[in-house]
């Protein structure tokens, strides 16, 4: 059987396109516990039963470098630079998706979605390099934001082209866990004002090559009682490049599933 994604929804005048460079996932195996009591009400971590038996959730430090990301309503202002997401795979009030803690951007727009939508982004210095064509891919990460510096620094083990297809801790099988850590589609955050916002995005099923990190430290989650800093990503699934449609303007979350039929998604996000 072969992941097949989920359908793309219609596109409209308001929503946004984008070319994702360089794209990698970099997963980490936390506590169930110590991951639920970030979340607010109505908000759950998934489980996974990893492969000690015992059953845990996974977060993620998802970056990129944006490429020509642009509204649909006016496509001559475009913008690239790098991102880093940071997310953890939820359910909320029984659908699936993700919890973002924090987006880091290297543009000077971003407090832009900051103030109008209230979402938690912040100006960081992104760094993102990647050879995906002589032999082992590698890729490799540098942000640094008020004296804090996240990095990750991940060779591939195969050969030149090969796609992530070994089993993954916790996970049955490739479709799987290309499922749960790269397809969700839903996305949540926490407002300024103690709301919670939503989005949702689309993007063609992953193709990722499985890589190795030689040495990784992601600070944010490490203040967030997540993980320690000698701790090794569970994972870190990647590839050269990946496009979105992101379904904005994002809108205030009122607990209940998402009725305008532009935004239903049958599976998962982001």
């Given at each position: ?34 991951l ?6 109505g ?16 977060v993620?430090a ?24 940071y997310?953890?795979y ?10 973002f ?7 000077a ?6 103030l109008?939508?209230?979402m ?14 002589s ?5 490799r ?10 990095a990750?620094?991940?060779a591939?083990?195969g ?5 992530a ?23 949540w ?42 701790m090794a990503?569970?994972?870190v ?8 449609d ?25």
């Open positions: 059987m072969t992941f097949v994604g989920t359908l793309r929804p219609r596109l409209r005048w308001h929503h946004a396109e984008t070319e994702l460079d360089d794209f990698a996932v970099v997963s980490y195996r936390v506590e169930t516990a110590a639920a009591a970030l979340l607010p009400a908000f759950a971590p998934r489980e996974v039963v990893f492969d000690d038996g015992r059953a845990g959730a996974l993620s998802v970056a990129f470098t944006d490429r020509a990301f642009h509204f649909r309503f006016c496509p001559p202002v475009a913008i690239s630079c790098g991102q880093i997401n997310r953890a939820v359910t909320a009030h029984g659908r699936t998706g993700v919890w803690f924090a987006t880091s951007l290297d543009h727009l971003v407090g832009l979605p900051r109008v939508w209230g938690p982004w912040r100006r960081t210095r992104i760094r993102i390099d990647a050879d995906w064509t032999g082992a891919g590698r890729w990460l540098i942000a640094t934001d008020r004296s804090r510096t996240s990750c620094d991940a591939e083990g050969a030149e082209g090969d796609t297809s070994e089993r993954l801790d916790g996970f049955a099988g490739r479709d799987e866990w290309l499922d749960f850590l790269t397809h969700p589609t839903s996305g955050y926490g407002r300024p004002d103690g709301g919670v916002g939503e989005y949702s995005i689309w993007h063609p099923p992953m193709t990722p090559r499985l890589l190795t990190a030689r040495h990784a430290r992601f600070p944010l989650f490490e203040r967030l009682g997540l993980i320690d800093p000698a990503p569970h994972s699934l990647a590839q050269p490049t990946l496009h979105f992101v379904h904005t303007p994002p809108r205030r979350y009122r607990g209940r599933s998402v009725t305008d039929p532009s935004t239903i998604i049958e599976h998962r996000h982001l």
